[in-house]
């Protein structure tokens, strides 16, 4: 009868590690692999077409950059007078540059130059993986190096909209990151990998963190070279010396809203930041919820801390 007990007992570990392993790679698909599936882009009824109609017809060059073995792909648009201020505008998870094109306009039209990349796995770069910031940082940095090389006056701001707001705000905190880049901007980005794809898993899934998302993460440790707890948006903060604007919609249940409060409360102390919580916008609709005041916000915030005069 014991024996019998024990044979049951392994029998259903085994199959419990058998529907666990086809889950996380199922789960792993999902969350990290590159696809091909077309990009949402701002709908035609959006108060903000316009811009993005604008914005196609502006001048753009094509630039690339050649890092950890990935060639990365990125627009770059020269403001109307010339200047050296540019700001590097760094798109959400699953999207690319094109999805970014109201905020180009955005820039263009308070007189920056922009340059808008696509992440490694997205888009016209290189990469089969979706790193949700871990390594898109470092890529964030190289792509501000360059413009620092070919322009050494250079002074940028990095904006990030979701996936590229934490990339920008883990950028925030790396010493690599050159001193011509000045301030920051992030709407609507996670705390935390980890504390994003738990909160996903049960909001979406009705699935707990244990034992499915720990698997996932396993997954990523062994494909990509790091676990997602190893990826917060809080931890750069802490040693982020430079102004950070940081925006949310109070209607955001997707990177819920409570995250953009511990962002703002993790950034170092003494750093100047600036909160904006949009009214009825849901993820990353702020801009599109309230076009006025976000562009008055992030108006004021450039004209202060990276004014063209």
């Given at each position: ?83 050296h201020?540019?700001v ?22 308070l ?76 709407d ?22 244990f ?40 209607a ?45 916000t ?12």
């Amino acid at each position: 009868m014991k024996k019998k007990i024990i044979k049951w007992v392994i029998g259903i570990l085994i199959v419990l590690l058998v529907v666990d392993g086809g889950a996380t790679l199922y789960f792993y698909n999902v969350a990290a692999i590159r696809s091909s599936a077309a990009v949402k882009q701002v709908s035609k009824k959006s108060p903000n077409h316009a811009l993005v109609v604008q914005f196609d017809q502006l001048k753009k060059t094509k630039k690339t950059l050649t890092t950890d073995g990935l060639k990365l792909d990125a627009w770059y648009v020269a403001a109307d007078q010339p200047t050296h201020k540019t700001v590097v505008i760094v798109h959400g998870f699953r999207q690319d540059k094109s999805a970014m094109r109201q905020y180009g306009e955005l820039f263009h039209q308070l007189g920056y130059n922009v340059l808008m990349p696509d992440n490694r796995g997205a888009g016209a770069s290189q990469g089969k993986f979706i790193s949700y910031g871990y390594y898109d940082k470092t890529d964030v940095i190289a792509w501000t190096k360059q413009l620092t090389k070919e322009d050494p006056t250079s002074d940028i701001t990095l904006f990030g909209l979701s996936m590229g707001a934490a990339t920008v705000m883990m950028a925030s905190g790396q010493k690599s990151l050159p001193s011509s880049v000045s301030s920051i901007i992030e709407d609507c980005g996670y705390s935390g990998v980890w504390d994003e794809i738990t909160y996903q898993a049960k909001a979406s899934y009705h699935i707990p963190a244990f034992p499915l998302v720990y698997s996932v993460s396993l997954e990523n440790k062994i494909r990509q070279g790091w676990f997602f707890q190893e990826a917060k948006s809080t931890t750069a903060l802490a040693k982020d010396h430079l102004p950070i604007l940081l925006i949310h919609g109070s209607a955001d249940t997707y990177v819920p809203t409570k995250m953009v409060y511990e962002n703002y409360k993790a950034v170092k102390s003494g750093t100047p930041k600036s909160l904006l919580i949009v009214k009825g916008a849901a993820h990353a609709k702020s801009f599109e919820t309230n076009p006025k005041l976000y562009r008055t916000t992030v108006s004021a915030f450039m004209n202060h801390y990276n004014p063209l005069h």
